[in-house]
């Protein structure tokens, strides 16, 4: 069980930001959905949905996938009988599909690997991951964060996270990933929890 509280005491003493942050934001509402085996597709083919596109973008194509099947949850099968013009019509990039034709073969005829996953360490899980056509580094973090739960995971690629740490910290300046990573590593081990922030602060100066 993950303790909230403790999580946020921690990095309020860590970091003289986190405080407002957390006043002005709440706290983290993803983690308190119980980590589900059968969720594991759905959320693994919503993070190559999202590859390179905006939070919004992202949620209008997958809400357009969703209603096309008539579906709540992305399953193998799904995609396999799926038409690549109307995945395409959806708003997905032709690379994205097959992507996820290839991933929900492998999902098919393998029903328990990303089950398996869940033992293992982060980096093994990236490892197995990025072996698949289509998954990157990216891929596999948000895969860490939003299915299994893990909250000591930042990923330096995301153009949101760098955004919220250089508005947050450095009054938008476009500093080097060093000076980011030293941000960053005041969070550690809840990682994670920082990052959500980041992606609230983001968010909220994009409108």
Excluded at 73 to 100: E, H, W
Excluded at 172 to 187: A, F, K
Aim: proline content about 2%; hydrophobic content about 45%.
């Amino acid at each position: 069980m993950i303790n909230l509280e403790k999580i946020k005491n921690y990095l309020i003493f860590n970091d003289t930001k986190m405080a407002q942050l957390i006043n002005d934001f709440d706290e983290p509402n993803f983690l308190e959905e119980n980590l589900v085996q059968t969720k594991l597709f759905d959320s693994l083919i919503n993070s190559i949905v999202s590859q390179q596109l905006s939070t919004r973008v992202a949620k209008i194509i997958r809400s357009r996938l969703y209603s096309f099947k008539n579906i709540q949850q992305f399953t193998p099968i799904i995609f396999l009988d799926f038409d690549v013009n109307d995945m395409r019509a959806c708003g997905l990039s032709g690379a994205k599909c097959r992507y996820i034709k290839s991933i929900s073969k492998i999902c098919f005829e393998s029903p328990d690997f990303l089950n398996n996953l869940i033992p293992k360490t982060d980096q093994q899980i990236i490892a197995e991951l990025t072996n698949l056509y289509g998954v990157g580094e990216w891929t596999a973090q948000m895969f860490l964060i939003f299915a299994l739960k893990r909250i000591d995971v930042f990923a330096l690629n995301d153009a949101g996270l760098l955004k919220g740490i250089r508005h947050t910290y450095f009054h938008g300046e476009l500093v080097g990933l060093d000076r980011i990573q030293d941000v960053v590593n005041t969070w550690k081990p809840y990682r994670t929890i920082g990052a959500w922030y980041m992606w609230q602060v983001a968010n909220s100066i994009s409108h």
